[in-house]
């Protein structure tokens, strides 16, 4: 089972990105989709995932400017970021959570710099 993650890349401050993370193999279903992100010499922080089915948690640098929806495809999740800012620079990791066990992707670059 692998998240494979897409989109990410250099956006202008004010900006607007969109990641897009989709499970790959054969799998029945995967809980608790969401996005997390880290900064060079920072830890991994979360940024956006979905609990308990389809209710939402974001954290509060991110509130009202980004958002996560769940994907056409089962098992897929996109995150919308708008009001792009340097400090959402980061890597950017899907994650969910697959027969009890944490799944990560590779992660995905994002660069907020003008």
């Known amino acids: 089972v692998q998240l494979v993650e897409s989109g990410g890349g250099l956006a202008q401050p004010g900006g607007s990105l969109r990641l897009s993370c989709a499970a790959s193999?054969?799998?029945?279903?995967?809980?608790?989709m969401g996005w997390y992100r880290q900064a060079p010499g920072k830890k991994r922080e979360l940024v956006a995932v979905?609990?308990?089915?389809?209710?939402?948690n974001y954290a509060d640098s991110v509130k009202g400017r980004f958002t996560i929806s769940a994907g056409d495809a089962a098992n897929t999740v996109t995150l919308q970021m708008t009001s792009l800012k340097p400090e959402d620079t980061a890597v950017y990791y899907c994650?969910?959570?697959?027969?009890?066990?944490?799944?990560w992707g590779q992660g995905t670059q994002v660069t907020v710099s003008s």
């Open positions: 979905f609990t308990s089915g389809l209710s939402t």
């Open positions: 193999g054969t799998i029945w279903n995967m809980y608790d």
């Open positions: 994650h969910g959570l697959y027969l009890g066990v944490d799944v």
